[in-house]
């Protein structure tokens, strides 16, 4: 298609504009829908009643008291449940986790449901919950990353490999004339979107109607048509709107498929919204990881080895481990390189995809390690990672699709103003007398495409419609691919309507990844040129058209009219084009994805770089960050002004795993004790200070033909490293696990 | 027990019939009222989702009862703008870019709206900061939204000069 | 939340004759409806005291005297000038609490009677002492990392959350309450209990007594130069305390002639230690001095758990607030209240 009608005479029309958001007045005024904001008739309350122990056997429920409370309309135990068509232990593709869905009166882990409760009214269903008052038979819980023997990883999330190796590691050892070995914790981190899980089910005979925020709309048909064994076809999701997701959105869980099961049961809609305490369990979380980290360095600084090993926790009954060793792929040269992930299970909720998963963690570490080793080396952290750029991937010597790291180095330092700073740490003071320090770490996020559908119509009135289920769960999806589906069909922005997030449209793949833009956007402009190419065979074949036998290739399209590219006098309308031949809408059709020979030839990544200030009291410790500075190169930018809300957000998500996030579980019962937002901390806006964004321009012809990469993930990683360094440069201690806690820096005091 | 209660939402009287004392704002609004725009994010005063304006002070709706509002008047998202005409915070939040999934922003609007009207950060950002910290966002867009309450406060302020001159 | 009675009379009178064991006052709802939520608090009848008449006003009694009306919110005794002009510590720990909504919704009254926010007392499967009596205490051993390090027992080791309490504490409010027995005054030093053997019992209040204002005596105006609240949290704003300090002083010729220090967070009540407030009276406000007091203010102290890092972070807060006051008084609110990042040099 391209070479019929050279895209770049026409991308960037719309893309490439700080378009502000087109669901913005929804969203401000309420009038946005949520999947709990809907009310059909006759609607029940549905409330699940989370286990309160981490291993063992509900031995009794008081059914009969839940029952009596007034406007409690049923109660679903194992005892009563209906079957299920697919077994919710299986995994019969790609994205099924195993969960709980009553199947018997096992716990595998605290807060899984054990019952759910229907009522009338939310308060009704609410107490009924609380009035059951589960007993149990309680087994000792496994708590932590020591409480059983590890488990080498083999297969790794969705496929990769748990143990990666390039060059020879034990030379690269002996090469080393300095080293680190350093180990890092990190800790189970919960997703906690704004919007909980929630779910508005209807059935009508067969046909299941659900209003349920979704990361991969499209693909959620077949989930819920395999677990109620109902064709993909019979299944309406409608998400229009995601209140955040971050991973957790993306994979069927108990409580939601308990709800759907409820509303088959009674005959009713039913309406599920998990309490925040509940968010803390059956939909996933970032699991704990405890990295070890051994570099070695020849004379010149160069890295001779990076051996990068993690143990994550995960369940005892499914098989999701961050990986987090892999972050130390792809990013440095060193002579060898080693990645290895090792798994222990306990009784916890499975982990599962959490923004930037794997990278978040290992970066983290990977980062920090490499601050230690230029300590050691007396190099300044910027100059040792310079000395170590991969001028290829390392390991695969690919060469990069594309790679401005160096640029994002420079801007940001520049910007920062990283020169000047003391190699020593506790060497700057503010005018308060906080202890200052400065931190840096690299970014660095894997760019992969995903598959995806769309359809583009050109109206009669000469306006367009492109359609695809996308997700948008606050990274801009409803602007961001119309703006790249208005430039495929020559149209400004205000001309195309654009329908999305429901599972009756297209499939637009999965909202993951930092691949959906790409994907999605790659969809939607082939569609559109699919339909500027009909068009154009209209036009230049109709004599009554000022194109007539003008020929393809030499026809460009823009703002709804078709020109010749050599003689803009020549033109024609897309609404007289399409009026002359019939009045008929035209439909042009799309996919986006990735050759797999184009993913053999380069290695694909965003990169960036990210320098902290924090301050830190002298005496009581605690810490601020007051300035952060992301540098970051990720192939096109569609929309600046959402790109960098993006990048920001994931900043903060880097403060937040450096200073706040820690999931806390008593070790007697496996629970988690500060399971609400009072107790599991994230930031607030007053932890917020003077953010900065840096998009570095980068062409990269060969990621796709668009040249997207992806900003969803990558602010994160570089980051955390970036803080922790700070603060080891503000204090002169080094914390090895996250977060950083005012108690960790008292202790080295 | 049944409580029968009149308040006023967004300017529209309303005659609530409650038979039970249990039903906070917050379920009121969205589950008896069909006014689903306030948020649930925690339903325990920790977040901030839920924000409305009772006499023109911004409260979390989560933790106050239905049953002790009689004779209250509540704004909420939905009683903000003019017709099509958006309230000056409401338009600073699109400008800035003061929100990515639009969960919790009601609750970030309105307490925006009852922070301009104490009158006490003025445009200072670290003073907004702390004024807006009752309202937590997981998307992190708190860089845009501190800077749309900065605009929003000047624009207020602007239009409040002009009408006085 | 299970059902109860709502109720809403219309005149003190009316309320305690209207209380029934189990009954519950409703101020603000800031802590009870979100204690009713987890079912850690089930009264079987509310009794809505937010529109009594005259509790919700601000006055200076003839003798010199200020009163506040239980029905006072957090946010209006704030940002009352005359009274943060008066008290600026009292409004300075308002200020660090919560966050501006519920601050517009709590009253002053029940900020006195909220309750510990330890994970176990708010959670019903957990054991509890202070909730249910002689259940057992489950988190000793557990996660301590914010329990208390002064004044627990083996019954219980919670904290009381309250900020504007300590400096309550420090300045000797008074607390009007009124029962079927008519009216009496505690003073703040009583009001709240350590747990003891009944953890159970919390205050000094009586079965059914209503909270009816608080008095701050005319002197405690006095250190209004040179008084603070400093509170040391995880994040920057919208935490509870994991240790705080007010600290006032009166200051004349060089020398302290008063002087009050109470520390937050590390007990079941606020924490005033006379023995501390008496080192520094006749002193010139030197750093090693304020290292002395504040070392004597946490005497004793002991870790209930993983938490000895309390003591020490509970020591440096109380030399940080002497520092803080001595320094003076801020003329202006600091943009972040209470933080270590909102006051003026230090060094």
Partial sequence: MSDTLPYATRFGSNSGQSTSRRDGVAKVTGAATFAADNHPQGLLYAVYVPATIARGRVTHLDVAAAKAHPGVVEVMTPQNRPALAGDPDSKPFMFAFRFEALQDDTVRYANQPIALVLGETIEAATEGARLLNPQYQVMPPRVGLDAEAPYKVVVGNFGRPGETVHGDVAAGHAAAVQSVDVTYETPAQYHNAMETHAVVASWDGDQLTLDMPHQAIVMSRGVFGYYFGIPAENVLLRSPYLGGGFGSKSIANGPQVLAILAARMTGRPVKLMLRRDQMFGPVGHRGATRQRLRIGIDEAGHMTVLEHEALAATSTFDDFVENAANASQGLYAAGALRSAHEGVRIDIGTPGPMRAPGEASGSAALECAMDEMAERAGLDPLEFRLRNYAETEPGTGKPYSSKALRACYAQGAERFGWAGRPLKPRQMRDEQGMLVGWGMGTALFPAPMFAAQARATLRPDGSGLVETAAADMGQGAWTALAQIAADGLGLPLDKVEFRSGSSDLPDGGIAGGSGHTATAGTALHAAGVDAVRQLTAMAVSDPASPLFGAGNASIVARDGRLFVAEDASRSDSYADILARAGGQALVGTGSGGRAPEAAGRHAMYSHGAVFAEVKVDPDLFQIRVTRLVGAFAAGRIINPKLANSQLYGGMIWGISFALHEEARFDPRTGRIMNADFAGYHIPVNADVKGLEVITVHEDDPFVNALGIKGVGEIGITGTVGAIGNAIWHATGTRIRRFPIRIEDLLAHA | MSLSISLTVNGAVRDVTLNDARVTLLDLLRERLALPGTKKGCDRGQCGACTVLIDGRRINACLTLAATLDGAEVTTIEGLACGDMLHPVQAAFIDHDGFQCGYCTPGQIMSAVGLIAEGRAGTDPERIREGMSGNLCRCSAYHGITEAVLDATTRIAAEKARKSA | ?347
């Fill in chain 3, 1 to 347: 939340m299970n059902l109860f009675d709502y109720t809403r009379p219309a005149s003190v009178e009316a309320a305690i004759a209207a209380w029934v064991p189990g009954a519950a006052w409703l101020g603000g709802g800031t802590n009870l409806v979100d204690l009713m939520k987890t079912g850690a608090m089930q009264p079987g009848k509310l009794i809505d005291v937010t529109r009594l008449p005259g509790l919700d006003r601000i006055e200076t009694l003839p003798d010199g005297s200020t009163r506040i009306g239980a029905m006072v919110r957090n946010a209006d005794l704030a940002h009352d000038a005359g009274f943060a002009r008066a008290f600026p510590m009292v409004a300075e720990a308002l200020l660090s609490g919560a966050s501006g909504q519920l601050r517009n919704a709590a009253t002053v009254g029940g900020n006195l009677m909220q309750r510990t926010r330890c994970a176990y007392f708010a959670d019903p499967h957990s054991a509890c002492n202070r909730r249910t009596p002689g259940a057992g205490c489950d988190a000793r051993g557990g996660d301590t990392g914010g329990m208390a390090v002064l004044g627990w027992s083996p019954a219980c080791i919670a904290t009381n959350p309250s900020d504007f309490c300590v400096a309550l504490a420090a300045l000797e409010a008074t607390v009007e309450v009124q029962g079927t027995g008519g009216k009496r005054e505690i003073a703040f030093a009583d009001f709240h209990r350590l747990p003891g053997d009944t953890p159970e019992i919390e205050t000094a209040l009586q079965p059914g007594e209503l909270i009816l204002a608080l008095r701050l005596p005319a002197e405690a105006a006095q250190f209004a130069a040179n008084s603070r609240y400093l509170k040391l949290r995880e994040r920057t704003s919208y935490a509870f305390a994991l240790v705080s300090a007010a600290a006032a002083l009166r200051l004349d010729g060089g020398r302290i002639v008063a002087a009050r220090l109470a520390l937050g967070a590390v007990a079941a009540k606020p924490w005033r230690v006379a023995s501390a407030e008496a080192l520094l009276v006749g002193q010139a406000p030197e750093p090693a001095l304020f290292a002395r007091a504040a070392a004597e203010a946490v005497a004793g102290a002991a870790p209930s758990g993983e938490n000895a890092h309390k003591i020490e972070l509970a020591r440096r807060i109380a030399v940080r607030a002497l520092t803080a006051a001595a320094q003076g008084t801020p003329d202006r609110m600091p943009a972040l209240p209470a933080s270590v990042f909102g006051e003026p040099a230090h060094v």
